[in-house]
Each structure stands twice: as structure tokens, then as C-alpha cells.
């Protein structure tokens, strides 16, 4: 549940505002337009009482206007271009006034020979004007766009919000928001009609712009920034960083468009006649070139496309010069009750169009009515220059330069650089935000959300974070009942030194385990900020199970208390190690390490060797040390992270992950006992199926070469535990096989409901389906198999019989099948383990839960 911390503000907003839904008391007219003649939606039709307020229809006709509370009987006014003028009477002292389907009628005519397509036809891509059209607009997209040109130039604006909508006007004399009066008054009823709007969240950004095609270079130089502030307790970097991987810049020439943490299909992909209709709508003149009006809607309306309208340019280019568009109302996104996109695009000298504003918007709630979040991000461009070359003085800089004064610009230069204005609403935001944050009532109530997600409770003026919670209690076979307490500094205590430790006893060995590590921060910035410079030393004291590698919650978590089958194989650690950490701003980094390791065995799990020169005897070893030399170099091209200010988590996106890792065995250093190379390559990539989905897909290999007892060779992740776990074999028990050269394949498909869809009952509950494969090739060389060579350290036993194997000739291999989204957190899985059936004490089969919070 980590994206959850990294949104703590969203979450309160949530908490705080949800309870209002019970209180709205707006009343409502709804109402559907459609042509008579097409059956289609209309767009932008005029509803207006006579004398009074009114709204236009979103581009699936729907509209939804506010009956005015001192209304008498009157009439709505329906009024579009073209179309007969429709009149209803309406009597506001009904709470609700459903219309329902209504129909205007219009005289279906030829314009200027594109035929308007008659819905009573059957479909056809086939001899279709309207596809031929978007064929066209396909076909000339990499004309239309700015990357076409050699050199590139402009200013940008950036605007993103974030608000409670529809807040019940009762709040405000709720005892409790009392205190909150001058954050509540502050509502806005005017730029959304029918919506009311509280900015809780506002950020600015005013930037230069310059890109080279050939060879490509891209740099923004960022003049001004500006953002609310909610001091220690929400990082406000974190937000924006999660808010912008929600709300991505929308390229409507991308095959793929990224929102929601889900891709749609674009209306002009390469695919989209395959998944889109077209129809002709009107056609209009524009700059002196005429437009065609070109209607889409998706064939299946349960998966991630789009519906809305396109205005495409006849002049031979096929360009896009507005979009229109919107997410229907059944797709597959939780909570979300409205996404719309704008698009406009300003003519240039060479008569090309390019992006002149971006508007897109989101509404978010548990609920279809009633209060919500609402999310909005404007981009606006402007003075471009085309074809003018770009001094190499300003590309070879790095990609992103934030000027100076950049965070401190005064009200003049946002006048100046804004290219739209602010609300009101939005103007007052910062300064609201900033009372809010110094109120004592909040930061109380921050305190318990952040115990809430994170599990943290501050202590000792905010200087120190007491948790996490989730630890303090566990039990397993070796230490029975187990109680811990710890902390970690925050950078309220110090930036650049952090300090994290905890103490645990188990009841049933009568043992203390402990933790400290000191970490500075070489670059004098917090060690959670990109890019990482520190430096950390650490001691622990505690139990492991061999082979468990846990990527969400930590080990002594107590949900991880309960496992399946027989789990008695543990060790106690003592691991001493310093770390040197170095990340790159272009996102290589380096980290290299030594450590002291001494693993002692407990449980069931003995070390013995055979005894030198008699038959089947044994001796007892009492632990293995080790001191290691390791260096790992990592690449993340263009990655982003989640931030907070005491975690970081990384954002995925479509580019990989590759790592490589070197240890060295240095036996004799620090009483090291064995010399030993260990390689290791990691690959994680995910890749994107459009309307199929997405696959996470994981390439490990790893090789250790010298003569090693088992402890010293790769124990292969197993999961004994009932959640699943993505890099981990859920179906192998814990130290059940070993290698010392292996390769592995890990894959996990998300189809995001593109099958269940198509069943209705799954459609509604929004469930989604997902499969998952891995396999696993591996083996030991005779010199490390106690099997093949009888000086080698036995492999553990379970009632007699071995309990340790190596992977012989065939792989290990599992898959299984999932359904996620239940109850729009929880994902279910089922897994079938495939090979090694014969080993004692295996499942063949069974259940894993996943908890995720996702879009």
C-alpha cells in the first residue's frame, strides 16, 4: 500500500470530506440529447431556464443543471444550431427531475458533398468517409507534430489543482469545521457549472522550452514554480510527482495515451478503425481552411478508449486542430466519475497546427454523488519558434535546469507569465494552505493519518518517527512471541545525518534482536531525494528465513505470522555493512559495499560436514562468516518517483531497469571464511498492449563461482506466506532449491478487464483479469553438491529426508491465474506449480491475496 503514502494529503482531503455526501441536498435536472435522425449524442447544446442559469451538453449529450432554489414554474430552453428548438416545462419543487432521452430533430442534408452517416446502417469500416478521413489523419501524423521540425522553441505554462467538488454547503455549520470556516467559504461555483470546487492543492510552473531533432535533445529551463506548502507533514514534491504520473501531458498523436496509471488507445492510433466509429458530424471553415467535425465512440464502451469529437483539417495535412473528448462512463476506472480532455491547436507561418492548451480534468469519488476529489491540469504554449537553429550552448546542458529565483518570483511575473488567470478560488489557495499548516487541529490530525498509512507516530517535537506499527507485534517457530519498538530521525532533527534502529525479544528463545544504521547525506540533501549521494554504516541482530525476499511490507510484518506449511528453517544474522550510494541525474547510479555476514542456524536447519577420513561421520558447524567487496551499477532511464520525505518509491514506466551486480569473497578479511565471485543481472521492463493490457516481465541470471557450502550459494525466493508476492515463487518452499548458476523468467500480465468486460456481471463489479508465469533454470557444480562430492556440507533435512534441492535438467515452473480489483483494492490468485511434484511437503496448488490501491 505504499502509492497511498505518497498521497497522505488526497487521503485526508478524503477522509475529512467524505462524510458530506450525506448532506448534499442540490437538487437536479438530468437529460440525454440525441439526433433524432442518427441516434447520436449531441455535444454543446444550449439547456437554459428562461431568465436564468443554464449549461451545454458534454460531448455524450449528457447534461446535469442545478434547479435554482427560488425558481418557479418555468419552462427549459433546448437550443442548437441547426436543430428545431425544444421547450420544457419543469416544476421545481421536485428534488430530482430525470428527462431522460431527448430528441432534436434535424433536416439530414449533404455538406459540401460529406454525407452525414445514418446509425440505422449497419457499420462499416468498408467505403466509410469518416474512416477513409481518419486513415488520413493517420497516415500525416508525424507531419503534424513539433518533432517533425529540426529545431523547436517555446513557452510553456503549467497549472495543476486539485479540490474537494460538490462539498455540502451544511459543513460549515458542523461543530467540528467550525474552525476550518475560512478554508469551506472558499468555494468555487463558476468555472464548472454545477460543480462546486475547494482547491486544496495548487502548483505553477512557468518554463522555457528547446528541442533539436537530429540528434535529439530535449531542455526545459524552469523560470518559475510556485506551490502550496503543507510544511512537514505532506511532501509537496511527492504530490506533485504523484499527481503528474495521474494527470500526464496528453499527445493525442501517441498511439497510447497515458492517465490513471492505465493507457487508452488514442482515437488516431494505428489501430484505432479496429476499435473506434467514426462518424461525420459537420463540417465548418477555420483560418480560412475548411474542417470537418468527425464523431468517435468506442465499439466496446467498457474499454479504455475514448468518446468525443475531432475537428480535422482539409487543407491536405489531415491535421488535428481541436479535440474534444472524454472517458465514457464505463470504463474500467475506479471511482472516477468524469475525465475529460481539451485540446486546441494554434495555426504557425507554415500553416502547420501545433498544441496551443491542454485541459484536462478528472473527478474522482467513492460514490456517484456527493462530495469528491477533483483534479485538473492546464498546459498552455505559446511563441514558438520554428526552424531557427538552437546554440549548442543551451542543448548541452543537462535535460532540466531550474533557474535561481525559479521558486521565488514575485506576484508581477506570474501576472505576466500566466496564460490563463487564476479563479478566485485558486488565487486564495495559497494563502489558506499556508493558515491551515499552522493550525494546531491539523497538525493533530496529520499526525493520525500519517500513523493511519504509514505506520509512523511522531515523537519529540517531529524530530523522531516511532514506528512502523505493523512490526511492533509477530510470532514464528523460532522466537514464538515477538515484540518490537523502533524509530527512525526525520529532517527535522538533521538533513544530512538520518538515524534509524529498533529492539525486539522473542518470548520463546529468549533473545534480543537489535537494529542502527547512521546515514549521511553527502550532497546535503535529504537521502530520499533524487539523486541519492550518502554514505551509511548499520548493525543487525536478528532472524531470517532463508530465502524470503519481501518487496512490500517487512519481514516480521504480522500478517506474515501466518504461513502455509512447515516453516521451521531459520538463521540468526549478524550482519555489519557500509554502504556508498551515488545516483546520476541521468538516472545511473552506482553503489558499492562491504560487509561482515555471520549466519548461524536455527529451527531445524544444522550446518554439518562429513568428518575427515570417517565413514558417515559427522561434525557440527557453529556458523559461516563471510566478508564481502560488492558493487551494483543500476540504469533507469526517465525514472520518476513517488517522494516522500522519509521513503521513495519508484514510478513505473514503459522503459527497463537493468542492474548488475558484483560481490567478492574475500576469505581471511575480518575472519572471512571463503573466497567466492558472485554475478548477478537483473532486467525488469514493462511493456504495453494497449487495449491488451500490460506485462511485467522480470529477466534474473546469476553465477557464483569457488567451492561453497549451501548457505553461500543462491537461495531461490520462495513464499510460505498467503500474499502474493511478484518476485518470489509462491508455490516453492522456503530453502527448497539452490544454485549456484541459474536463470529466471518472471511474467504478470494485467489485462485490465479487456475480457471480463465482455461479462456483464464482471463489467459491473469492475473486476479485472490477470495471468502470471514463471520458470526457473538452475544447477549446482559437482564441486558444491554434497551429492557428488562427500567433503561438501550436507543439504538440510525435514523428519530424515533432504530438504534442499538442486534443479536437475529440468526447470522449476508455476502459473497461474488472478482476479483483481475486488472491491477495487484486492487481488485473488490462483497458482499450480507444474514440476518437482515428488518433493515431500510441496503444494501443488493453492490461493494468494494482493492488497493494492490502484486506479
Not at 449549461?55 to 432554489?69: A, I, Q, S
Not at 478521413?133 to 486539485?162: C, G
Not at 463558476?190 to 486544496?200: N, R, S
Request: charged share 20%; proline share 4%; hydrophobic share 35%.
Amino acid at each position: 500500500m505504499k502509492t497511498l503514502r505518497n498521497i497522505k494529503f488526497l487521503l485526508f482531503a478524503l477522509m475529512t470530506f467524505s462524510c458530506l455526501q450525506a448532506f448534499s441536498q442540490n437538487k437536479y435536472i438530468y437529460g440525454n440529447i440525441i439526433d433524432g435522425e442518427t441516434s447520436l449524442p449531441l455535444s454543446d447544446v444550449g439547456v437554459f431556464f428562461e431568465k436564468g442559469r443554464g449549461t451545454h451538453t458534454d460531448d455524450n449529450g449528457n447534461f446535469k443543471l442545478n434547479l435554482p432554489k427560488s425558481a418557479v414554474k418555468s419552462n427549459l430552453s433546448i437550443e442548437l444550431t441547426g436543430y428545431i428548438n425544444q421547450k420544457v416545462a419543469i416544476d421545481p419543487n421536485i428534488d430530482t427531475i430525470n428527462l431522460g432521452e431527448l430528441i432534436l430533430i434535424h433536416n439530414k442534408e449533404n455538406l459540401d458533398g460529406v454525407t452525414v452517416t445514418d446509425k440505422k446502417k449497419k457499420y462499416r469500416n468498408k467505403n466509410n468517409p469518416a474512416v477513409e478521413l481518419i486513415r488520413q489523419v493517420i497516415a500525416h501524423k508525424e507531419e503534424n507534430q513539433m518533432t517533425n521540425y529540426q529545431y523547436a522553441s517555446y513557452d510553456k505554462y503549467e497549472k495543476m489543482v486539485a479540490s474537494i467538488s460538490n462539498m455540502s454547503d451544511k459543513l460549515k455549520d458542523k461543530k467540528f469545521f467550525k474552525k476550518y470556516e475560512f478554508l469551506l467559504n472558499n468555494v468555487d461555483t463558476t468555472k464548472f457549472p454545477g460543480i462546486g470546487l475547494l482547491p486544496l492543492y495548487l502548483e505553477e510552473l512557468s518554463s522555457k522550452n528547446y528541442y533539436q531533432k537530429s540528434p535529439e535533445k530535449n531542455r526545459q529551463i524552469i523560470t518559475g514554480q510556485n506551490k502550496v506548502d503543507f510544511g512537514e507533514f505532506i511532501d509537496t514534491k511527492g504530490v506533485t510527482t504523484y499527481l503528474k504520473r495521474l494527470y500526464e501531458e496528453v499527445n493525442i498523436y501517441d498511439n497510447n495515451i497515458s492517465l490513471f496509471t492505465n493507457q487508452f488507445l488514442s482515437p488516431i492510433a494505428g489501430a484505432a478503425p479496429t476499435f473506434y466509429r467514426f462518424y461525420i458530424r459537420d463540417t465548418s471553415e477555420v483560418d480560412g481552411i475548411k474542417v470537418v467535425k468527425l464523431y468517435f465512440t468506442p465499439r466496446n464502451p467498457q474499454d479504455m478508449l475514448f468518446r468525443g469529437t475531432l475537428f480535422v483539417t482539409l487543407d491536405g495535412h489531415y491535421a488535428i486542430q481541436k479535440v474534444s473528448m472524454f472517458a465514457p462512463p464505463a470504463s474500467n476506472i475506479n471511482f472516477l466519475r468524469e475525465l475529460k480532455i481539451n485540446l486546441n491547436f494554434e495555426k504557425q507561418a507554415d500553416g502547420r497546427y501545433l498544441l496551443s492548451t491542454s485541459d484536462l480534468i478528472g473527478d474522482f469519488s467513492v460514490t456517484k454523488k456527493g462530495a469528491g476529489l477533483f483534479g485538473e491540469r492546464l498546459v498552455s504554449y505559446k511563441d514558438f519558434k520554428i526552424g531557427i537553429p538552437i546554440p549548442d550552448s543551451i542543448l548541452k546542458e543537462q535535460q532540466v535546469v531550474i533557474l535561481p529565483n525559479a521558486l521565488n518570483r514575485d506576484s508581477s511575473f506570474w501576472i505576466a507569465n500566466r496564460f490563463d488567470t487564476l479563479t478566485r478560488a485558486e488565487s486564495l489557495t495559497y494563502s489558506n494552505i499556508d493558515s491551515l499548516v499552522k493550525m494546531p487541529s491539523f497538525k493533530r490530525t496529520m499526525d493520525y493519518v500519517t500513523l493511519f498509512v504509514a505506520g509512523y507516530k511522531q515523537s519529540f517535537h517531529n524530530k523522531f518517527e516511532i514506528g512502523p506499527a505493523s512490526t511492533f507485534y509477530s510470532f514464528n517457530p523460532v522466537e514464538g512471541f515477538r515484540l518490537r519498538f523502533g524509530g527512525r530521525t526525520t529532517p527535522n532533527l538533521s538533513k544530512r545525518l538520518y538515524m534509524e534502529t529498533y529492539g525486539a525479544y522473542g518470548f520463546k528463545d529468549k533473545k534480543f534482536k537489535y537494529f542502527g544504521s547512521f546515514t549521511y547525506s553527502i550532497n546535503d540533501k535529504s537521502i530520499y531525494t533524487f539523486p541519492q549521494h550518502y554514505i551509511r554504516a548499520s548493525f543487525q541482530r536478528d532472524t531470517k528465513i532463508p530465502g524470503q525476499e519481501l518487496q512490500f511490507v517487512q519481514e516480521d510484518n504480522f500478517l506474515l505470522s501466518f504461513k502455509r506449511g512447515n516453516n521451521d528453517k531459520w538463521l540468526y544474522n549478524d550482519l555489519a555493512r557500509i554502504d556508498y550510494v551515488k545516483e546520476f541525474e541521468n538516472h545511473f547510479s552506482i553503489a558499492s559495499d562491504f560487509k561482515y555476514w555471520k549466519q548461524t542456524p536455527a529451527g531445524t536447519i544444522a550446518y554439518v560436514m562429513p568428518t575427515g577420513g570417517v565413514p558417515n561421520g559427522r561434525d557440527s558447524i557453529q556458523n559461516i562468516r563471510t566478508s564481502e567487496i560488492g558493487v551494483t551499477l543500476r540504469y533507469a532511464p526517465h525514472e520518476a518517483f513517488y517522494q516522500g520525505k522519509l521513503y521513495r518509491v519508484p514510478i513505473i514506466n514503459q522503459y527497463p531497469i537493468i542492474s548488475l551486480s558484483y560481490i567478492a569473497g574475500i576469505k581471511g578479511l575480518f575472519g572471512g571464511q571463503y573466497s567466492y565471485n558472485n554475478f548477478d543481472l537483473n532486467v525488469y521492463k514493462r511493456f504495453y498492449f494497449s487495449q491488451l493490457g500490460y506485462s511485467d516481465v522480470v529477466f534474473d541470471a546469476g553465477y557464483t563461482g569457488g567451492k561453497l557450502p549451501f548457505p553461500l550459494l543462491f537461495v531461490h525466493h520462495a513464499n510460505q506466506a498467503y500474499t502474493y508476492q511478484f518476485e518470489s515463487y509462491n508455490m516453492m518452499n522456503f530453502l527448497e532449491f539452490v544454485s549456484d548458476h541459474y536463470a529466471s523468467l518472471n511474467v504478470d500480465h494485467f489485462f485490465n478487464g479487456f475480457i471480463f468486460n465482455k461479462i456483464p456481471l464482471f463489467k459491473k463489479l469492475k473486476w479485472r483479469e490477470v495471468i502470471e508465469g514463471k520458470i526457473l533454470y538452475g544447477g549446482v557444480r559437482n564441486e558444491n553438491n554434497p551429492a557428488k562430492n562427500p567433503d561438501q556440507m550436507y543439504f538440510p533435512t525435514t523428519n530424515g529426508a533432504i530438504s534442499t534441492f538442486v534443479l536437475d535438467k529440468k526447470p522449476y515452473a508455476e502459473g497461474g491465474f488472478g482476479i483483481a480489483n475486488i472491491f477495487k483494492i484486492l487481488r485473488v490468485d490462483y497458482i499450480w506449480r507444474f514440476t518437482y511434484l515428488d518433493h515431500p511437503g510441496i503444494p501443488k496448488s493453492g490461493v494468494r491475496f494482493f492488497m493494492k490501491f490502484d486506479f
